[in-house]
């Protein structure tokens, strides 16, 4: 299962790609990939790609909000782009957050935020 | 042959001049017999012939004539006795090729199946009348919605001697029925969640009226499909037309906008107008981690500013494109 993640070095960044349904291991697998990925490219940055994901559960929630604050630490940035409707709706539904993660609408989006740096009018 | 039959005279005043019309497979004699007419009225019906016209072939004109009801009768078992035109009309079946079969010939195979022939028939004969509307079935297998009312005839002594069959078909009816629902929904549900695109990317959802949990959790859908298909990474929700906010509505608001950002786009929101902000403030409501402006106008200028986008005045936008004319030329 854990092969199922796709970790795919692009430029600068690292394209990672979950699958449909990720089973638990998947997830934790996630973590020590993306790490160790980064430590391995001197990646700049991760862009998520959830597009596929049906189901989101409170540990993969939280496996990425953590492996987010590790990129951090590791001095990247980490984007999650394509979050299906359903999927948001019941994440809010269930009190589910990622933090202050940055969110893409698809992976063109999120390419397009890593060229223009961290925007938020949240901050204007 | 007794005639007893109970007709308006004003009918054969109508028709002076009919010659008997010869429908063998339907014996009218009992049929009217059925009617038990007490004193009174058989003082009024036309019982005997005039001018070589009975009222028995006044009812076979009226029953040849109708061309909106399949009228028919069955034997007691269920077997066609008579077929009138409209029936031929309607199920497509000739006389000659469906009298003696039985009625069930007319009904969908599922029908067939769960025995619903068979309980018609006795239900018309306990209640004396039976109603139904469903599919049925034409000669070539096509399918009409029919409106069915299924009598017993009886003797004057009671016994069954078969059941009338009056079907109606309702298909139109049920189509514009139907169609009419479908349309009162989607005005409906376009009045309660319209979510209009105004720019390339810029989503306007502007909400008019009170929220109610059921509309906001509908507008959280429509939203985000709405997003995820035109690929808008900003959306303006616009408050103006909705009167008053309450803890639970503005929790709703507040949820709309955490799922819109897990997608990656934003939500401004617009038309917070003074008795709106002091209500918010007064219940508690943090927004803070929400974009507001009290006005759509400022809220489509952040929006565009989102973007990259601004709006420049005419005249300099004539210059730009003269400066690039220039530029294109040499």
């Known amino acids: 299962m854990e092969n199922n993640i796709s970790v795919i070095k692009v430029r600068n960044l690292l394209l990672v790609t979950m699958p449909p ?38 540990f993969f929630a939280r496996t990425v909000s953590e492996t987010a604050q590790m990129v951090t630490l590791m001095g990247g940035r980490t984007i999650i782009a394509g ?37 938020s009018i949240r901050q204007r | 042959m007794e005639k007893s039959l109970v007709i308006a005279p004003a ?17 009218f004699a009992t049929l009217s017999s059925m009617k038990k ?10 019982s005997t012939e005039k001018d070589g016209v009975t009222s028995i ?24 006795l008579s077929w009138n035109p409209a029936a031929e009309r309607l199920k497509v079946w000739k006389a000659e090729e469906i009298i003696g079969q039985h009625f069930s010939r007319f009904y969908p195979k599922e029908d067939i199946e ?9 239900a018309a004969e306990r209640d004396g009348r039976f109603e139904d509307e469903g599919w049925r079935v034409r000669k070539d297998g096509t399918r009409f919605w029919a409106n069915v009312i299924i009598t017993p005839l009886r003797d004057p002594t009671g016994k069954l001697l078969g059941f009338g069959k009056v079907t109606r078909d309702m298909t139109e009816q049920r189509q514009l029925s139907e169609r009419i629902k479908k349309q009162t929904q989607e005005i409906l549900e376009m009045a309660t969640v319209p ?68 997608l990656g786009a934003e939500v401004i929101l617009t038309g917070v107008r003074p008795i709106i902000a002091q209500t918010l403030v007064h219940l508690g409501i943090d927004l803070s981690n929400v974009v507001t402006r009290s006005s759509l106008a400022s809220g489509l200028r952040t929006a565009l500013s989102l ?8 005249a300099v936008a004539t210059n730009s494109d003269t400066q690039w004319k220039t530029t294109s030329q040499s």
Do not use: C
Request: hydrophobic share 40%; no cysteine.
């Open chain 1, 21 to 58: 349904d990720p089973d638990d291991p998947t997830v934790s697998a996630l973590q020590a990939k993306v790490l160790d990925a980064m430590e391995r490219h001197q990646a700049a940055g991760v862009l998520l790609d959830i597009s596929q994901v049906e189901t989101l559960d409170s």
């Open chain 1, 83 to 119: 979050m299906r409707p359903a999927v948001a709706i019941t994440a809010t539904q269930i009190g589910l957050t990622l933090g202050n993660i940055e969110t893409a609408l698809t992976v063109d989006r999120a390419l397009d935020m890593t060229t223009q740096g961290p925007k």
């Open chain 2, 11 to 27: 009918v054969l005043q109508i028709f002076p001049k009919l010659n008997r019309s010869t429908y063998d497979s339907l014996d």
């Open chain 2, 37 to 46: 007419p007490s004193p009174s009225t058989s003082a009024k019906s036309v």
């Open chain 2, 57 to 80: 072939d006044m009812l076979r004109v009226l029953v040849d004539s109708i061309k909106d009801y399949a009228i028919i009768t069955l034997d007691p078992a269920g077997r066609v």
């Open chain 2, 114 to 122: 769960k025995g619903k022939t068979d309980m018609e028939l006795k």
């Open chain 2, 195 to 262: 979510v209009v695109p105004v720019w390339e990317g810029i989503l306007l959802v502007p909400l008019i009226g009170t929220l109610d949990s059921q509309r906001t959790q509908h507008l959280m859908e429509r939203l985000l499909q709405r997003i995820t298909e035109t690929n808008s990474p900003v959306a303006v929700l616009d408050i103006t037309g909705v009167p008053t906010i309450d803890t639970q509505t503005a929790q709703h608001i507040i949820e709309t906008i955490s799922s819109v950002r897990l």
């Open chain 2, 307 to 314: 973007m990259d986008l601004a709006v420049t005045p005419k």
